[in-house]
Structures are given as structure tokens and as C-alpha cells.
């Protein structure tokens, strides 16, 4: 089956700072999606972004299907940012989605 | 913005009882799904359901759980039996389209066996 890899695995930042958190995929997807686990555990979903570039406030997402990565950027971070990121993906004749291990984020006052 | 729902939000059960986990999908959806997250691990696959059946389960999904669509608006996951191991975050979500479709989440159901 397709593997991901998402980094960073752990990443703290200061408030207002600005990051990057990358997918990479083994193979073509036909699904991607990106999602934010808060620390109350709730599952918020954030982009579906099979390929392309979509942006939504402060968070934009990019997947380059040809490249098999994709990338979710979060600018002038908040407190509120804190938690899990999950990029979840479906390929092949697999439809279901597959979470991958996610990247806890701390953002720190 | 239509949403997935789930009741409730938390519930506590003693080892041994049933429990239910109710889910409203997005009302024109015709794919359903049940995911489940123990605590500090990832998010998995537990069951998919179509046309009032279910149309891929994994390993987890064994004879203790069962899912079912009893009317028009409802899915809901029975676990019948529960064990310690059942305590996680289970996830519902829907989809309007196979393959392709963007997967719309609830917020989860905490499950917590004592």
C-alpha cells in the first residue's frame, strides 16, 4: 500500500511564527486531506486538496500530486494552532482515507 | 455549512455493557464511516458503509461491533460487549462521492470503559 511520511514529527513554536508541515507519498493519491486535532481531541477538518493550492485565513495548503508531497503552512501562529496535524490520503483502488502519524504542534505565548 | 454530528460528545461505561454511538452525515451523503483513535495513537479505519451494507471492514472490526442506518438521518456504531481496550475517539464521517470525495468529519465520540 502507499506509505506517507509526514515532518516535522514535533514542532514548538513562539506565537506569530510562521511554519511549514509536509506529506510525502510513495505513490499517486487520489484523495488528500489535511485536518487539525484539537487538544480536546476533536477532528477538525481543514483542506481537501488532491492537488492544487487553496488557502483558508491564516493556513493554505499545497499538493503537487506530480511530486507526491504536499505541504500545510500556518503564518502568524496562535496559541489556538496547538495540536495534531493529520494528512490523510486514499490511492489506487483504495477509496478509504489513511491518517497518517501527524506533527503535535505547540505554538507557546 | 452542512457537518457531521455525533452523540455523545463523552460517554463513561462499565466493561461488559453495550454502547451506542450515534452519527447524523451530511444529509445528501451516501458513504459512511467509522473511525477509531486510542488515545496518543493514529486515527484508523474501522468500517465503511453503502447501500445499507457494509462495504469494507478492517481487522478491528470484529463481531463486537456492528453499524447500522435504522432510518433516513442516522448511523450509528454498536459495540456490544465493551472491553478496556474499546476506551478511544471514534470518528463518523460521509462522503458524497467514492474514490474522490472529500470525507467530512465529525468531532468524535470519547469512549472511555472502566
Known amino acids: 500500500g502507499i506509505q506517507v511520511e509526514q515532518s516535522p514529527p514535533d514542532l514548538i513554536l513562539q506565537e506569530g511564527a510562521n511554519s511549514t508541515l509536509r506529506c510525502n507519498f510513495s505513490?499517486?493519491?487520489?484523495?488528500l486531506q489535511w485536518f487539525h486535532q484539537n487538544p480536546w481531541g476533536q477532528l477538525i477538518n481543514l483542506f481537501y486538496?488532491?492537488?492544487g493550492t487553496k488557502q483558508n485565513g491564516r493556513l493554505s495548503a499545497t499538493t503537487v500530486a506530480t511530486e507526491r508531497y504536499s505541504l500545510l503552512y500556518i503564518s502568524s501562529s496562535q496559541t489556538t494552532d496547538s495540536g495534531v496535524y493529520f494528512c490523510?490520503?486514499?490511492?489506487?483502488?483504495?477509496?478509504?482515507?489513511?491518517f497518517g502519524k501527524g506533527t503535535l504542534l505547540t505554538v507557546n505565548p | 455549512e452542512p457537518e457531521v454530528t455525533q452523540t455523545p460528545s463523552h460517554q463513561v461505561t462499565q466493561m461488559g455493557q453495550e454502547v451506542i454511538l450515534r452519527c447524523v452525515p451530511i444529509?445528501?451523503?451516501?458513504?459512511f464511516y467509522w473511525y477509531r483513535q486510542i488515545l496518543g495513537q493514529k486515527v484508523e479505519f474501522l468500517v465503511s458503509?453503502?447501500?445499507?451494507?457494509?462495504?469494507?471492514k478492517s481487522e478491528i472490526f470484529d463481531d463486537q461491533f456492528s453499524v447500522e442506518r435504522p432510518d433516513g438521518s442516522n448511523f450509528t456504531l454498536k459495540i456490544r460487549s465493551t472491553k478496556l481496550e474499546d476506551s478511544a475517539m471514534y470518528f463518523c464521517?460521509?462522503?458524497?462521492?467514492?474514490?474522490?470525495?472529500?470525507?467530512?468529519f465529525g468531532e468524535g465520540s470519547r469512549l472511555t470503559v472502566l
Open positions: 464521517a460521509s462522503s458524497g462521492l467514492v474514490l474522490t470525495g472529500e470525507l467530512f
Open positions: 444529509s445528501n451523503h451516501l458513504y
Open positions: 458503509f453503502y447501500n445499507n451494507e457494509i462495504s469494507e
Open positions: 490523510a490520503y486514499s490511492g489506487g483502488s483504495n477509496y478509504k482515507l489513511t
Open positions: 486538496i488532491p492537488s
Open positions: 505513490d499517486s493519491v487520489n484523495n
